[in-house]
């Protein structure tokens, strides 16, 4: 949705939908001015998703994780306490158990889990572009629609159904909506898969 309005209208529409399915029904409304995370593209998303379950948390993303997380908790009937919810899934991250579940769901799937185990196994990009600020100053705003299209032009989705996705490409943003970024001279990174 382009606005707040419009996703209030989406969020009611579901909860209907919720109401008719008589199933218990809560939507979250996120701001989406910029993307989740620091990452947009398949392996660099993965591997940060289990940097956030090593405990290495993007605040945007943890806030989302324990937010959802904790209403999905209330929904499977474990706990109306969301803030006891959201600190028990925040133990879950801390103790291990939530890695070593999501092992197990990748074994479970015959999938190579000793990528979680060893991120720099997963392919990187043949080509990396460091691109710097020529200005002093703080990231007044950040296109999520655009920075999506890149990487999309990257190779990172598809413009249409048969495209193959390059699961190595992507976008990563060291830099959030409010960050300070000082002014640097440009620099050119080249790597060769």
Not at 24 to 43: H, Q, R, S, Y
Not at 82 to 97: C, D, H, M, Q
Request: aromatic fraction near 6%; glycine fraction near 8%.
């Amino acid at each position: 949705m382009k606005n707040k309005e419009d996703a209030v209208k989406l969020s009611n529409c579901m909860k209907n939908i919720g109401k008719l399915s008589e199933k218990e029904t809560i939507c979250i409304i996120t701001n989406m001015d910029e993307p989740l995370g620091k990452t947009v593209g398949n392996t660099l998303e993965v591997i940060e998703a289990i940097e956030f379950l090593n405990g290495n948390m993007q605040e945007d993303v943890k806030e989302i994780v324990l937010t959802i997380g904790s209403y999905m908790m209330k929904l499977a009937g474990k706990s109306n306490d969301l803030e006891k919810n959201r600190k028990e899934i925040l133990e879950t991250i801390k103790t291990g158990k939530a890695l070593e579940k999501f092992k197990e769901l990748v074994k479970r799937q015959n999938g190579d889990f000793s990528y979680i185990e060893n991120i720099n196994k997963f392919p990187r990009a043949k080509y990396i572009l460091e691109v710097v600020s020529d200005i002093n100053g703080y990231v007044n705003r950040i296109n999520a629609q655009n920075v999506g299209e890149i990487s999309r032009e990257l190779g990172a989705g598809r413009f249409k159904k048969t495209d193959k996705i390059d699961h190595a490409v992507g976008i990563v943003l060291e830099r959030k909506v409010g960050d300070y970024v000082k002014k640097r001279r440009y620099t050119w990174i080249y790597t060769c898969k």
